[in-house]
């Protein structure tokens, strides 16, 4: 069944109050704290946002970068990988929320995006 809507998980680098802004526009956004997975290794973020189907959000484009190069090469499947530049977090919000209303999330399927 296609999935329309982007459905986001936030590193824990990434401020609580975005995902705050982005449910008040009636976006599905889930931190690291609400699902108690603070301190998790970012392989294993990426695994359980795989599991849930959440695009996962992040400030860290090193490491995300080399997980996506690696799932990419060892086949399994993700909900997409958000990389943000830091900004104030209402300036990350409205381009986000561009992104949200741009991008579904089938096609954000085994993607990296930049914002």
Same mark, same amino acid.
């Given at each position: 069944m296609p999935?329309? $809507?982007i459905e986001l998980y936030l590193d824990e680098d990434v401020?609580? #109050?975005?995902? /705050?802004?982005?449910?008040?526009?009636? $976006?599905? !956004?889930? /931190?690291?704290?609400e699902v108690a997975r603070l301190g998790a290794a @970012? @392989?294993?973020?990426?695994? &359980?946002?795989?599991?849930?189907? #959440? !695009? #996962?959000? /992040?400030?860290?484009?090193? @490491?995300f970068e080399e997980l996506a190069r690696d799932w990419l090469a060892s086949g399994p499947t993700h909900a997409g990988i958000l990389?943000?530049?830091?900004?104030?977090?209402? @300036?990350?919000?409205?381009r986000l929320?561009?992104?949200l209303n741009d991008v579904t999330a089938d096609e954000m399927e085994n993607q990296?995006? &930049?914002f």
């Open positions: 999935r329309l $809507f401020d609580v #109050l975005l995902a /705050t802004l982005v449910k008040a526009r009636g $976006f599905s !956004a889930r /931190t690291m704290a @970012d @392989d294993r973020q990426l695994e &359980y946002a795989a599991e849930q189907n #959440l !695009a #996962l959000l /992040t400030h860290n484009r090193a @490491d990389i943000a530049v830091r900004r104030p977090v209402h @300036d990350m919000a409205r929320l561009a992104l990296v995006r &930049y």
